[in-house]
Nanobody, 129 residues
C-alpha cells in the first residue's frame, strides 16, 4: 500500500524558511517522479514543483528561486525547502506521486489532482507578518 507522509509544517514569520519532508513507502522503486502541491481553503490545489525520475524539475514560475525540491532515493524521502516565505504562501502542502518515472505533470498544470494518483495527508504552513 502506497503511503506518503508529510511533515515539517508549522508557523513561520514572513521572510523565514521552512523545510518540508515527505516519506514514501509501499513501493520499491525509489526512482519514481514525485511532486509538491499546495491548497488554500476555497481554492483548487495547485502545483508547486514536480521532479521526474531522471531528476528533471518543473517549478511553478511564481515560486522559482524561493522553493527548492530535492529527493533522497536512499531514504525514499522528498523535500521542499521554502525560503523567503511570503504572506501569500500559507497553505496545506501535499506531496504526491503517480508511480512513474516521467513527469506526472508540469508544475503549471492547472489540475495536478488529475495527474497524481497518490497523495499524502498534507502539512499546513502558516506565515505571520
Amino acid at each position: 500500500q502506497v503511503q506518503l507522509v508529510e511533515s515539517g509544517g508549522g508557523s513561520v514569520q514572513a521572510g523565514g524558511s521552512r523545510r518540508l519532508s515527505c516519506v514514501a513507502s509501499g513501493y520499491s522503486d525509489s526512482g519514481y517522479g514525485m511532486g509538491w502541491c499546495r491548497q488554500i481553503p476555497g481554492k483548487e490545489r495547485e502545483g508547486v514543483v514536480v521532479i521526474a525520475g531522471d531528476g528533471s524539475i518543473s517549478y511553478a514560475d511564481s515560486l522559482k528561486g524561493r522553493f527548492t525540491i530535492s529527493k533522497d532515493n536512499a531514504k525514499n524521502t522528498l523535500y521542499l525547502q521554502m525560503n523567503s516565505l511570503q504572506l501569500e504562501d500559507p497553505a496545506t502542502y501535499f506531496c504526491a506521486t503517480d508511480l512513474r518515472r516521467r513527469f506526472a505533470c508540469y508544475a503549471s498544470d492547472p489540475h495536478p489532482t488529475l495527474a497524481f494518483g497518490y497523495w499524502g495527508q498534507g502539512t499546513q504552513v502558516t506565515v505571520s507578518s
